[in-house]
């Protein structure tokens, strides 16, 4: 099956800096990858849907400036928090759609990155 | 407004138990469904699946789900669970034939005790 990764699997930062996460599709392609956040015991919230080649498109609520994305290539997303702040603490996942074909695309979750500002 | 809601928030159950659990969404136009489940420590994986033909969905693990249409329903059911089905189950929707943007619903946590 389908295999997404993320790193790092675990980032603990000081407040004010600014924090990378990678997002890769190991064996397949992806011209979109989506962002979530998981807040605890919660479930999964979209923040912003990766575009490779052009711009991401934001949810409603969701800071661009601070939520930087940039689909580098077919297999690589990165979600970049600038200035993180405490509440910015929460676990992060990217999916990658593989398709079966027309309209029968299925997400595939990476196993999420834990963020801790202090 | 496009939505997911699940009934159970936490459901408990002796081994061997039968299981259901709910869920309902409101989203306009034709759907995927999906439903996901997250074991403890791990990242979420996909049990099962429906995008069209028959509304029984049987997935991995004995997990089947069926999709009634004029309910707006897509319930998850498994006959007989096992301690190790222990773990947070969510409903997802998304739109048919587009980017697969995924809605989930709030997540039902299951303790399946021996």
């Known amino acids: 099956g389908a295999v997404v990764s993320q790193h790092p699997s675990r980032v603990i930062c000081k407040s004010g800096t600014s924090v990378k996460i990678e997002c890769r599709s190991l064996d397949f392609q992806a011209t979109t990858m989506f962002w979530y956040r998981q807040f605890p015991k919660q479930s999964l919230m979209l923040m912003a849907t990766s575009n490779e080649g052009s711009k991401a498109t934001y949810e409603q609520g969701v800071e661009k400036d601070k939520f930087l994305i940039n689909h580098a290539s077919l297999t690589l997303s990165t979600l970049t928090v600038t200035s993180a702040h405490p509440e910015d603490s929460s676990f992060y996942i990217c999916?990658?759609?593989?398709?079966?074909?027309?309209?029968?695309?299925?997400?595939?979750f990476g196993p999420g990155t834990r963020l801790t500002v202090l | 407004a496009q939505s997911v809601s699940q009934h159970n928030h936490h459901v408990i159950l002796s081994e061997a138990a039968s299981l259901e659990l709910g869920c309902n969404y409101s989203y306009g136009g034709t759907v995927n469904l999906f439903w996901y489940v997250q074991y403890p420590g791990q990242h979420l994986q996909l049990l099962l699946k429906?995008?069209?033909?028959?509304?029984l969905v049987k997935g991995i693990k004995g997990f089947e789900a069926e999709f009634i249409k004029s309910k707006f329903s897509f319930n998850l059911r498994k006959p007989s669970v096992q301690w190790s089905d222990t773990a947070e189950y969510f409903c997802a929707v998304g739109p048919s034939g587009g980017y697969n943007k995924l809605i989930f619903g709030a997540g039902t946590r299951l303790a399946v005790h021996p």
């Open positions: 999916s990658a759609p593989s398709s079966g074909g027309a309209g029968t695309d299925t997400q595939y």
């Open positions: 429906y995008f069209s033909g028959d509304p």
